[in-house]
């Protein structure tokens, strides 16, 4: 393993961070985690009845997305990024942050940014 000499894997301030704790952000208003808080009844996606409503569908799944997300993964020269990848969990934060930015146009336009 070689020493990384920028400082690790922490990702620069960024001015949107998915369900950061000190963000000041509402909590998401995905269903399966407001399900888990007994503040709805049906956990599942609001377009898929048989997949529950969580980050990695939205994300990654959601058909009702899909042009969106094709744009998303075009932007990032993506072809099958993970989790992670989108929420910025890359080991280079200059490409955290650029993640981010397109995650958050991603979710600006599909309307649900609100949501997460
Ligand atoms: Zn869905």
Redesign the pocket.
């Known amino acids: 393993m070689t020493h990384d000499t920028t400082g690790g894997p922490t990702p620069p301030a960024v001015p949107w961070t998915p369900q950061s704790p000190d963000s000041g952000l509402a909590p998401p208003l995905l269903n399966a985690h407001l399900h888990k808080l007994g503040m709805t009844d049906d956990p599942h996606?609001?377009?898929?009845p048989t997949?529950l409503?969580t980050p990695e569908?939205?994300l990654l799944?959601?058909?009702?997305h899909h042009s969106h997300r094709t744009a998303l993964l075009q932007s990032l020269l993506l072809r099958r990024p993970t989790l992670a990848d989108l929420l910025g969990g890359s080991p280079d934060p200059g490409l955290a942050f650029k993640i981010l930015k397109h995650t958050r146009t991603f979710l600006q336009k599909s309307g649900q940014l609100h949501r997460i």
């Open positions: 996606c609001p377009w898929c997949y409503d569908h939205l799944q959601c058909p009702r």
